[in-house]
């Protein structure tokens, strides 16, 4: 039997993520605001943890996919949580959160001589449970050496590494959801001017993505547009990683003009949801 792992946030993503993990063999401690979620799980043999320092081993490895950037810090300054990991832990942080958020807490945690490794993730559910996710991560190569197969027992079918500084994984999931967000609003438009001139959307995305725009994102994407499927299963999450991007770009004066378009648009997306 491998090590038993530590897993906080059993959301749409966090839950098939650990189920893989269980099918990889490990061994689970998992967390969850809302205990019933991880109810799959501990059918399997997961072990369920009454609070987020309960999931860690001393010198293990614990991983954590949350909604924010309020949420992670509130995890990782916990009561136990730092203490528990201690020395030679590493905590895999997979939020989509700020880089300096990022930065801030790798220091935390080498402050009490553990490892805080970013690895944000790009795929939906669905791309998780079938072990197809894109996963950037960075920090410290003694801890991603550690954690790389983790990784890949998740669901991720490639592996991208960014080097020392964990705020630069964070920059490339940024500028990822900023591009995927402006392809999928853009699609939209396109889509819909082309269904009120009576071409049938359906027809235009499987040309045009089979020709010009064979990106999956494009691909996967297109298709539940033009299927009349919602284009992100929650609005507030695009809002709210545009407006990550944005802050970012700003903290550098990088100039944002579509960024504050692209926000303008989810914004009203999210007041009528």
Not at 53 to 76: C, M, N, P, R, Y
Not at 106 to 120: K, L, M, R, T
């Amino acid at each position: 039997m491998s090590e038993t792992i530590g897993f906080i946030g059993l959301g749409a993503l966090g839950l098939p993520m650990a189920a893989n993990l269980l099918t990889a063999g490990y061994g689970l401690r998992v967390y969850n605001r809302t205990a019933s979620k991880a109810q799959p799980l501990l059918e399997r043999g997961a072990q369920l943890a009454d609070r987020p320092a309960d999931t860690v081993s001393s010198g293990g490895v614990v991983a954590s996919i949350v909604w924010d950037d309020a949420a992670l810090e509130s995890i990782v300054m916990s009561d136990g949580f730092l203490e528990r990991l201690g020395q030679g832990g590493v905590h895999v942080a997979m939020s989509t959160v700020l880089p300096e958020t990022a930065r801030k807490l790798a220091e935390i945690h080498a402050q009490h001589g553990s490892a805080y490794v970013a690895a944000p993730i790009f795929g939906r559910p669905e791309a998780a449970a079938a072990h197809q996710l894109w996963i950037p991560f960075a920090g410290a190569q003694s801890a991603k050496d550690r954690v790389r197969p983790l990784l890949e027992a998740m669901g991720g079918q490639g592996i991208f590494d960014f080097g020392d500084d964990v705020g630069a994984s964070t920059v490339v999931k940024l500028v990822g959801n900023f591009l995927i967000f402006s392809a999928g609003s853009s699609m939209m438009e396109a889509l819909a001017m082309a269904e009120s001139q009576g071409v049938d959307p359906k027809a235009v995305i499987a040309m045009l993505t089979s020709t010009l725009f064979t990106a999956p994102i494009y691909q996967a994407y297109g298709r539940r547009i033009a299927e009349r499927h919602t284009l992100f299963d929650q609005t507030a999450i695009p809002f709210k990683d545009a407006g990550l991007f944005k802050t970012t770009a700003q903290q550098v004066e990088s100039p944002t003009p579509i960024a504050n378009l692209l926000l303008d648009l989810l914004k009203s997306r999210v007041e009528k949801a």
